[in-house]
């Protein structure tokens, strides 16, 4: 797994302004992709998921893309507030297996 | 609604103790996870639970660890003898179900913060 905590990557954005976190995930096989938003003392909490056999999805101000020519995930967030102020995972899971495996997680800072 | 529910919430003990972390899982889920996060790992898989028969355990660090769920309601995660490397936050995780084309994403408790002397 990858490292997460002091070493997570970290995006800082302005109140407002939209955010977009990106994933590179590992598994050509994957079937199925979900975003998570984890906040201090708490667990991850669902955010939105896209099968692999679509391109996009959209939720409430936000928006996962999925590009499986190059293993790419995206999560779009609009208008940031500072309640998204959180750590971001993808996670990605092959039906054959159930193994729900995750990413190493994107500090997402917002400035007010 | 009632989420996963995880109780502790923190455990502090000195090592060679015994540890149990309880989980009761959203009501009408079939499929029940046990993960760990760390720094340095981040989330990992330790067990997962199908209709209450564990399905894959391969996550499971050593023989010290071992997870049941009697029932639909209730899952343990046993930790004997505890050791100082076990520190970490421990979740538990429900689903509505796992298998082929099953998109059901996993809805996580609040986790137990599990710190070994």
């Known amino acids: 797994g990858e490292s997460v905590g002091l070493h997570l990557p970290t995006l800082s954005v302005q109140e407002g302004d939209n955010s977009i976190i990106n994933c590179a995930y590992s598994?050509?096989?994957?079937?199925?992709f979900i975003w998570y938003k984890q906040e201090s003392g708490k667990g991850p909490q669902f955010i939105i998921d896209i099968r692999s056999n679509m391109d996009k999805r959209q939720g409430q101000r936000v928006t996962v893309l999925l590009n499986k020519t190059v293993k790419h995930l995206s999560l779009q967030i609009a208008a940031t507030q500072p309640g998204d102020s959180a750590v971001y995972f993808c996670?990605?899971?092959?039906?054959?297996?159930?193994?729900?495996?995750f990413g190493g997680g994107t500090r997402l800072m917002v400035k007010p | 609604d009632a989420g996963v529910i995880q109780s502790p919430r923190h455990e502090v003990t000195e090592m060679g103790q015994e540890v149990t972390l309880r989980c009761k899982p959203i009501?009408?889920?079939?499929?029940l996870f046990w993960y760990r996060q760390t720094m340095m790992r981040g989330l990992e898989l330790l067990i997962y639970f199908n209709n209450n028969v564990p399905i894959d355990d391969s996550g499971m660090p050593e023989d010290r660890f071992s997870a049941k769920m009697p029932n639909a309601s209730f899952s343990t995660l046993k930790i004997q003898p505890s050791e100082p490397r076990d520190s970490a936050v421990y979740f538990c995780?429900?689903?509505?179900?796992?298998?082929?084309?099953?998109?059901?994403?996993?809805?996580f408790g609040d986790g137990t913060r599990l710190s070994i002397l």
């Open positions: 995780a429900s689903s509505l179900g796992v298998g082929e084309g099953v998109d059901q994403p996993q809805h």
């Open positions: 009501s009408g889920h079939n499929s």
């Open positions: 996670a990605e899971l092959r039906y054959a297996g159930n193994m729900l495996t």
């Open positions: 598994n050509s096989a994957s079937d199925y």
